[in-house]
C-alpha cells in the first residue's frame, strides 16, 4: 500500500509541476495544488452520496414504502452535524499544540473511505445499517474537510487567499463533475449491453459507492506527501486536556474578536441552509417532481459546471470587491434560486415546473461554490495567525453546532406535510444569515436591508399559512 501511494504521490508531484502555469509564482506551487486536490477527492462524496444518486437511492429504494425515507434521511445528516460540532474543535485545538493534523486528516479520510465502500452491500429494507454507515462516512468527510481547511492560511497570502481558496472549490466541484458524467455514462451505456436494464441501473448506482470510496483515496494521495506538517511532539492525555481546557478559554476570549463572532453567527445560518440544499436537494426533486435517476445525474454534471464556473469566475471577483460583497450577493441570489424551487410544483399543471427547477438549480450550481470559498478566506482574513487552528475549529463547529437545526426542520415539515413545505426553513435560515451578515463589519444591523427581507419574509409567512393550513389558504 505504501509503494502504490509513493508511486501516486511521485506521479501527481511531476504532474502539478508541469501544469498549473498560472501558480507558477509561487514558491510553495506544489503544496497549493496538492491541498487543493484534497477537494478534487472529497467531492464526489458530496456530490454522488449525500446530494445526488445514493440519498435518491437511499429514499427510492433502500427504504420501504411505509417508511418516509426522506425524513429518515434528514435525521441522519442531523445527526451527523451534532458529532460533528462536538469532534471538531477538540481535533482543531490538539492539531494546533501537537501537529497531528496529517495523522487526523488521514484517519478521517478512511474512515470516509471504507464507510462509503460498505454502502455497496445494503438493499432494500436494510435502511437502518445503511443510515448508520452513511453517518460514520459522513463525519468522517466533515472532519477531514475541517482539518484540511485549517491549511490554507498556511499556504496563502491575503493577495492570493481568495484566488487559492475558489481555485480549490472549483477543482473540487471539477471532481464532481467529472464523476457525475462517469455514473451517468455508465447508467446509458450499460443498458444497451444487458437486457434488464433496470437491474443494470439499480447495480450502477449501489456502486458508485465503491467508485467513490476509490476515487477519494487515489486522489487524496498528494495532501498526504507533498503538504508539508510542522514538527510536534507525541500526542499524550496532556495534549487533550489542553485542548479541551483551550476550548473553554476560546470561549472567553472570542469576545475580544466580535468582527470574528458575528461572521460566525450569521455563516451558521446561511451555511446551514447550505448544507440542508445538499443533503435534500436530489431527494427533493425525486419526491417533489418525480425525478427519475437519469435526470437526477444530469441535474448533478448541470449544477456542477456551474459551480465550476462560479468558483473560477469568483474566486478572481472575491480579490477584486472583498468576500464581504461577494458572499452577500451569493445569499441573495440563493435566497430567490430556493424560492424558484418552493414554486416548481405549483406550475406541474402547465408543464413548466421541471423547468423553473432547473433555472433554479443553475443559479444555486453558480452561488454554491463562491458562498462557501469566500467564507472560507474571510475567516481566514480575520483569524490572528495563532490562533489558526484552534479558529478554523471554531469555524467548522460555528458550521456545525446548529446545522442539524436545518435537515431537522426540513425532515418535520416533509413528514408531516409535504416535500414543498421543508424549503420554507431554508429560506428562513437565509434570510437571517443575510441580516446578521450585516452586522458583521458594522454594530448596527442596516434598517434598509430590514426593510427589504420584510417582504420576503412576509412571502414565506404566506406561504407557510398556504401549504400548512389549507381552510386559512382558501380565505385569501
Known amino acids: 500500500m505504501r509503494f502504490i501511494s509513493l508511486f501516486f504521490a511521485k506521479f501527481f508531484a511531476r504532474?502539478?509541476?508541469?501544469?498549473?502555469?498560472?501558480?507558477?509564482?509561487?514558491?510553495?506551487k506544489r503544496q497549493v495544488i496538492a491541498w487543493s486536490f484534497y477537494d478534487f477527492a472529497n467531492q464526489p462524496f458530496t456530490t454522488i452520496i449525500i446530494t445526488f444518486v445514493y440519498s435518491a437511492y437511499f429514499v427510492d429504494y433502500i427504504c420501504p414504502p411505509q417508511i418516509n425515507g426522506m425524513a429518515l434521511w434528514s435525521m441522519g445528516i442531523s445527526i451527523t452535524a451534532v458529532i460533528v460540532s462536538i469532534l471538531s474543535p477538540i481535533l482543531g485545538a490538539i492539531a494546533d499544540r501537537g501537529g497531528f493534523r496529517k495523522f487526523f486528516l488521514i484517519l478521517s479520510t478512511w474512515i470516509c473511505i471504507v464507510a462509503t465502500s460498505c454502502l455497496f452491500f445494503?438493499?432494500?429494507?436494510?435502511?437502518?445499517?445503511a443510515l448508520v454507515y452513511l453517518i460514520i462516512a459522513?463525519?468522517?468527510?466533515?472532519?477531514?474537510?475541517?482539518?484540511?481547511?485549517?491549511?490554507?492560511p498556511e499556504l496563502t497570502t491575503k493577495k492570493n487567499i481568495g484566488r487559492i481558496s475558489g481555485f480549490a472549490w472549483g477543482l473540487g466541484f471539477l471532481g464532481g463533475l467529472i464523476s457525475l458524467l462517469i455514473i451517468l455514462a455508465a447508467v446509458f451505456l450499460l443498458p444497451m449491453v444487458f437486457i434488464n436494464s433496470v437491474d443494470v441501473t439499480e447495480k450502477v448506482i449501489?456502486?458508485?459507492?465503491?467508485?467513490?470510496?476509490?476515487?477519494?483515496?487515489?486522489?487524496?494521495?498528494?495532501v498526504f506527501f507533498l503538504v508539508k506538517e510542522k514538527k510536534g511532539e507525541s500526542?499524550?492525555?496532556?495534549?487533550?486536556?489542553?485542548?479541551?481546557?483551550?476550548?473553554?478559554?476560546?470561549?472567553?476570549?472570542?469576545?475580544?474578536?466580535?468582527?470574528?463572532?458575528?461572521?460566525l453567527i450569521a455563516r451558521l445560518f446561511y451555511n446551514d441552509a447550505l448544507i440542508t440544499i445538499f443533503a435534500l436537494g436530489g431527494v427533493y426533486a425525486v419526491e417533489a417532481l418525480d425525478f427519475s435517476y437519469?435526470?437526477?445525474?444530469?441535474?448533478?454534471?448541470?449544477?456542477?459546471?456551474?459551480?465550476?464556473?462560479?468558483?473560477?469566475?469568483?474566486g478572481r471577483v472575491e480579490d477584486k470587491i472583498g468576500p464581504k460583497k461577494t458572499i452577500e450577493w451569493s445569499i441573495l441570489i440563493l435566497i430567490i434560486a430556493v424560492q424558484f424551487a418552493y414554486l416548481s410544483p405549483e406550475l406541474d399543471d402547465i408543464g413548466f415546473s421541471k423547468s423553473l427547477f432547473w433555472l433554479a438549480g443553475i443559479l444555486l450550481g453558480l452561488m454554491t461554490g463562491p458562498s462557501q470559498s469566500c467564507s472560507r478566506s474571510l475567516m481566514a482574513r480575520l483569524t490572528p495567525k495563532d490562533k489558526i487552528n484552534e479558529f478554523f475549529g471554531f469555524y467548522a463547529f460555528t458550521g456545525k453546532a446548529t446545522s442539524f437545526l436545518g435537515p431537522f426542520l426540513f425532515g418535520i415539515l416533509v413528514y408531516n406535510f409535504s416535500p414543498q413545505s421543508g424549503l420554507l426553513a431554508v429560506l428562513g435560515l437565509f434570510i437571517i444569515g443575510y441580516i446578521v451578515f450585516q452586522t458583521v463589519f458594522k454594530d448596527k444591523v442596516n434598517l434598509n436591508s430590514i426593510l427589504s427581507f420584510s417582504i420576503l419574509v412576509l412571502i414565506i409567512l404566506f406561504e407557510l399559512v398556504y401549504i400548512l393550513s389549507p381552510k386559512i389558504s382558501s380565505i385569501f
Do not use: M
Request: net charge positive.
Open 15 to 28: 504532474f502539478f509541476d508541469k501544469n498549473f502555469k498560472s501558480f507558477n509564482s509561487l514558491k510553495n
Open 122 to 129: 445494503f438493499q432494500k429494507g436494510d435502511h437502518v445499517v
Open 138 to 152: 459522513n463525519i468522517g468527510f466533515e472532519l477531514g474537510t475541517v482539518i484540511c481547511n485549517s491549511y490554507l
Open 206 to 222: 449501489r456502486s458508485s459507492n465503491i467508485f467513490v470510496a476509490l476515487w477519494f483515496a487515489i486522489f487524496s494521495i498528494p
Open 235 to 263: 500526542l499524550t492525555n496532556k495534549h487533550v486536556k489542553e485542548s479541551i481546557l483551550s476550548i473553554f478559554r476560546t470561549f472567553k476570549s472570542i469576545k475580544k474578536y466580535k468582527t470574528i463572532v458575528r461572521f
Open 294 to 314: 437519469t435526470e437526477i445525474l444530469v441535474l448533478g454534471v448541470v449544477l456542477n459546471v456551474c459551480a465550476c464556473i462560479g468558483s473560477f469566475i469568483f
